[in-house]
């Protein structure tokens, strides 16, 4: 059951090259269909009051190496994965590159096949293998349809991304040889690291936060984010932002929290700290951006700070926040990608002040700018979203440990609707400028990767118990306050 979300988009990249090329679009979407109600039917027989792993699938692969294929599901990884189905799906419904289609499809399954993997990995390698797997295709992705300086950018995505593998790697391996657990499958390693010292915890857990904190990313390990946004393609940042960097909270939750609790308590005002950094960081240098791809970026690592101060927080409420955050993160992240794309694709600029008066009815684009109004508002956190309910969570749960840390990541949500009610003010809003005059139909096909987001970010922020209810039993029974 768990392979198919694995072995379906592998068969699509087999069949993309097999098929004429008329069809190769087709079999694109078939393919992500497939995957998608695979995760649905997955979601239906997901038991919600179990709290460990389910749908075990375990083979023998390479036992000499301690590499074994074990795949499992929790409520941590499950909500996840139907984050990763969705993105993909939509990243591939979207409007698609005029060159290299059949290559461009086969990478962009191939990536979503590999964050499946990654998320229901149950031995330390294979999660390795998975994590590195989806580099090739995203630094690809960047590196072919990317902007003016895509190479720069691929590279830069490419460098840091194997700093973070070599890491957690060397974590890894110090885990297995100091909890003498002999091997790197999961339920082991659980077992095992409960004998680990406080020093070692600790010194695991410095290799694991630097790995991760790259691929989250956190200040100052963020400075390949911007620039690969600004170069990828909107699809490409959409998968990005809405999935990739949550490779990297998960292995927060789920190797820091859970296999090293008492070196995690230790750290834990470490963390909180450095999550008010990254919230105020990103969100002070989103206001100053004129390129509104990059007011997105900065917005991004900001509130990918929220999840690191819930993890810090560590109690049952704030680990449940963290994963909701991480999944209305990823909403609202791809949501606003997609729609300045679709800007940039309309108008040829992102720039600020080249931009005004895009919500005019008659000639500008109403619909777009009022699906960005209901995008900005839910990362501002008004209520009636998700991003409102998700960072209430956060604030809720992390308080009784970190008062003073909350109340200043508190301000970053202040800061999130200064800077975007510069962008929409400046974009939307105002007399269109003649230079716009004649801007170009955009149909309801071309929209409609928006309107999904759109719903759903509106769904679940007025019924938020249909996203908490899949990771509530599992993450809090974590807490370590």
Same mark, same amino acid.
């Given at each position: 059951m768990l392979s198919g979300l694995i072995g379906w988009p592998l068969l699509g990249v087999l069949l993309l090259w097999l098929a004429p090329g008329r069809w190769v679009r087709s079999v694109a979407l078939a393919t992500v269909a497939v995957v998608a109600i695979w995760t649905g039917v997955l979601l239906a027989?997901?038991?919600v009051h179990t709290a460990g792993w389910q749908m075990v699938q375990s083979l023998p692969w390479l036992d000499n190496l301690g590499l074994s294929y074990r795949l499992a599901v929790d409520g941590l990884s499950l909500p996840l994965l139907g984050l990763n189905s969705l993105i993909v799906a939509l990243v591939v419904a979207s409007p698609h590159p005029a060159s290299r289609p059949r290559l461009y499809y086969s990478l962009v399954l191939l990536a979503g096949a590999a %964050?499946?993997?990654?998320f229901l990995a149950q031995n330390l390698l294979l999660f390795f293998l998975f994590y590195e797997l989806e580099l090739l295709p995203l630094y690809l992705l960047i590196a072919i349809w990317g902007g003016p300086r895509r190479d720069y950018a691929a590279v830069k995505f490419l460098v840091y991304t194997a700093i973070s593998g070599l890491l957690l790697l060397a974590a890894f391996f110090g885990l297995v040889v100091l909890s003498g657990a002999g091997s790197f499958d999961y339920e082991v390693i659980v077992m095992a690291a409960k004998t680990l010292g406080l020093g070692a915890q600790i010194g695991l857990l410095v290799l694991l936060l630097l790995g991760l904190g790259i691929k989250i990313p956190l200040v100052p390990l963020h400075t390949w984010l911007p620039d690969a946004?600004? +170069?990828a393609s909107t699809e490409v940042s959409m998968l990005l932002a809405g999935v990739l960097l949550k490779l990297g909270?998960? =292995? @927060?939750?789920? /190797? =820091? %929290?859970? !296999? *090293?609790p008492e070196g995690w308590r230790v750290l834990a005002p470490v963390l909180a700290v450095w999550a008010v950094v990254s919230v105020l960081y990103g969100s002070l240098m989103a206001i100053g951006q004129q390129d509104m791809k990059r007011v997105v970026a900065f917005s991004s690592i900001g509130h990918m700070g929220y999840v690191l101060l819930a993890a810090a927080a560590a109690t049952p409420l704030s680990l449940v926040a963290a994963v909701a955050q991480m999944v209305s993160h990823g909403l609202i992240a791809? *949501? #606003? /990608? /997609? @729609? %300045?794309g679709v800007v940039y694709r309309v108008t040829g600029t992102r720039d600020l002040a080249? @931009?005004?008066? !895009? !919500?005019?009815? +008659?000639? =500008?684009?109403?619909v777009v700018g009022s699906l960005m109004i209901l995008a900005v508002m839910a990362s501002s956190g008004i209520p009636g979203m998700v991003g409102f309910i998700s960072e209430f969570m956060v604030f809720r749960g992390s308080f009784p440990v970190f008062p003073v840390p909350t109340v200043l990541a508190m301000l970053g949500t202040? !800061?999130?609707? %200064?800077?975007?009610?510069? #962008?929409?003010?400046r974009a939307f809003f105002g007399r269109l400028t003649p230079a716009l005059a004649e801007l170009p139909p955009v149909t309801w096909g071309q929209r409609l990767p928006a309107v999904v987001l759109a719903g759903l970010v509106v769904m679940l922020g007025l019924q938020p118990s249909w996203l908490v209810r899949w990771s509530e039993v599992t993450v809090s029974h974590w807490g370590l306050g």
């Amino acid at each position: 059951m768990l392979s198919g979300l694995i072995g379906w988009p592998l068969l699509g990249v087999l069949l993309l090259w097999l098929a004429p090329g008329r069809w190769v679009r087709s079999v694109a979407l078939a393919t992500v269909a497939v995957v998608a109600i695979w995760t649905g039917v997955l979601l239906a027989q997901f038991d919600v009051h179990t709290a460990g792993w389910q749908m075990v699938q375990s083979l023998p692969w390479l036992d000499n190496l301690g590499l074994s294929y074990r795949l499992a599901v929790d409520g941590l990884s499950l909500p996840l994965l139907g984050l990763n189905s969705l993105i993909v799906a939509l990243v591939v419904a979207s409007p698609h590159p005029a060159s290299r289609p059949r290559l461009y499809y086969s990478l962009v399954l191939l990536a979503g096949a590999a %964050v499946a993997g990654a998320f229901l990995a149950q031995n330390l390698l294979l999660f390795f293998l998975f994590y590195e797997l989806e580099l090739l295709p995203l630094y690809l992705l960047i590196a072919i349809w990317g902007g003016p300086r895509r190479d720069y950018a691929a590279v830069k995505f490419l460098v840091y991304t194997a700093i973070s593998g070599l890491l957690l790697l060397a974590a890894f391996f110090g885990l297995v040889v100091l909890s003498g657990a002999g091997s790197f499958d999961y339920e082991v390693i659980v077992m095992a690291a409960k004998t680990l010292g406080l020093g070692a915890q600790i010194g695991l857990l410095v290799l694991l936060l630097l790995g991760l904190g790259i691929k989250i990313p956190l200040v100052p390990l963020h400075t390949w984010l911007p620039d690969a946004h600004v +170069e990828a393609s909107t699809e490409v940042s959409m998968l990005l932002a809405g999935v990739l960097l949550k490779l990297g909270t998960y =292995g @927060l939750l789920r /190797f =820091g %929290v859970q !296999l *090293l609790p008492e070196g995690w308590r230790v750290l834990a005002p470490v963390l909180a700290v450095w999550a008010v950094v990254s919230v105020l960081y990103g969100s002070l240098m989103a206001i100053g951006q004129q390129d509104m791809k990059r007011v997105v970026a900065f917005s991004s690592i900001g509130h990918m700070g929220y999840v690191l101060l819930a993890a810090a927080a560590a109690t049952p409420l704030s680990l449940v926040a963290a994963v909701a955050q991480m999944v209305s993160h990823g909403l609202i992240a791809a *949501l #606003l /990608f /997609f @729609l %300045v794309g679709v800007v940039y694709r309309v108008t040829g600029t992102r720039d600020l002040a080249k @931009l005004q008066g !895009l !919500l005019t009815p +008659e000639r =500008g684009l109403p619909v777009v700018g009022s699906l960005m109004i209901l995008a900005v508002m839910a990362s501002s956190g008004i209520p009636g979203m998700v991003g409102f309910i998700s960072e209430f969570m956060v604030f809720r749960g992390s308080f009784p440990v970190f008062p003073v840390p909350t109340v200043l990541a508190m301000l970053g949500t202040a !800061l999130t609707s %200064v800077y975007f009610l510069l #962008l929409v003010n400046r974009a939307f809003f105002g007399r269109l400028t003649p230079a716009l005059a004649e801007l170009p139909p955009v149909t309801w096909g071309q929209r409609l990767p928006a309107v999904v987001l759109a719903g759903l970010v509106v769904m679940l922020g007025l019924q938020p118990s249909w996203l908490v209810r899949w990771s509530e039993v599992t993450v809090s029974h974590w807490g370590l306050g």
